[in-house]
């Protein structure tokens, strides 16, 4: 068995396993902590404390660690990482010191997209293209059965292409990106703000409150025709499904996995995203094409990281 531990680093939970990376399959229990402080040493010090109950004898050859946030090439470093306020964190080196030097950070879209690839959906497919709508937007690539990072390990940042110039402020400091418009948080945010301003939606009544109104619901009264709803998710469905269309058509990919809270949880919005991607694709692009959801769900990241990492050590 070739054995690694795979860690799903999120704004809420640190999820991790030891996998048998030879098949994609886990050796013991998974193992889920709270993530309840946001400073880089506590969250390198609960790291290391699941890490450890997964993996006591230090069986493993390395720790490959999915991350929500933009690197620094291979330094270790994050720039930016809304869901934990960071900017400019060596957090590397932290974890490092607690889990041991063969350890190594990658983006969380990047470990997802790459277990899909081993794994998941994809398997089989040298070229794929993995995108998850949920809290956040984020995409994955997969080129010639080689994770893409890009220059200087920011490539994938499908949430922070921009579709509105000057539109609204995403997490990462910046106007008009895909994800101000799209993701779990900022259709939440967007919904509440308006709908406490003045504009009327059945999705007020069918969450309780306007306070309590989220994607989940504003589905729901989209499909019973609400007109507020309505208009959000046309507008929405538009700009994911010609950026999907785009990145297909630039990638060229062999399968496009999709996944994510969003994605799974709003089935009119995907609908909707899904007839404006098959309108504005490249029609030469469709060929030996085709488009599925995660099979690996919430253990694509975990796999996806340990994969990662017994690759290279």
Not at 45 to 56: F, G, N, R, W
Not at 81 to 99: H, I, K, M, T, Y
Not at 291 to 312: K, Q
Request: proline residues 2%; hydrophobic residues 45%; charged residues 20%.
């Amino acid at each position: 068995m070739a054995l690694a531990v795979g860690v799903d680093l999120g704004g809420t939970n640190v999820r991790a396993a030891l996998i048998d990376t030879s098949t994609g399959t886990f050796v013991g229990a998974e193992a889920k902590a709270p993530v309840t402080e946001k400073a880089p040493e506590a969250v390198a010090t609960l790291v290391a404390q699941v890490v450890e109950k997964v993996d006591p004898e230090r069986r493993r050859a390395g720790v490959g660690i999915g991350f929500a946030g933009m690197l620094r090439g291979w330094t270790g470093v994050v720039v930016n990482a809304p869901n934990f306020g960071w900017r400019e964190v060596d957090f590397r080196s932290q974890l490092r010191a607690r889990v041991g030097a063969r350890t190594e950070l990658y983006n969380d879209l990047n470990a997802i997209a790459y277990g899909e690839a081993m794994y998941g959906g994809a398997k089989g497919f040298r070229d794929v293209f993995c995108v998850y709508v949920g809290t956040g937007v984020g995409s994955g690539i997969v080129a010639d059965g080689k994770l893409y990072i890009g220059a200087n390990h920011l490539a994938g940042e499908f949430g922070h292409i921009k579709i509105v110039p000057g539109g609204r402020l995403c997490g990462c400091g910046q106007r008009g990106c895909l994800e101000a418009y799209s993701s779990g948080r900022n259709i939440q945010a967007r919904a509440r703000e308006e709908l406490g301003s003045g504009m009327t939606s059945l999705a007020v009544e069918l969450a309780g409150g306007v306070d309590k109104v989220h994607a989940g619901i504003l589905d729901e009264a989209a499909r019973r025709g609400d007109a507020y709803a309505d208009r959000l998710w046309t507008e929405i469905a538009g700009h994911l499904g010609v950026q999907l269309g785009n990145g297909v058509t630039i990638l060229n990919p062999s399968r496009l996995v999709m996944g994510g809270g969003v994605w799974q949880g709003a089935p009119e919005l995907k609908r909707r995203t899904l007839e404006v991607f098959h309108a504005n694709i490249n029609r030469a692009s469709t060929e030996g094409f085709a488009i599925c959801d995660t099979v690996l769900g919430d253990t694509a990241g975990v796999l996806g990281s340990a994969a990662l990492i017994a690759a290279v050590v």
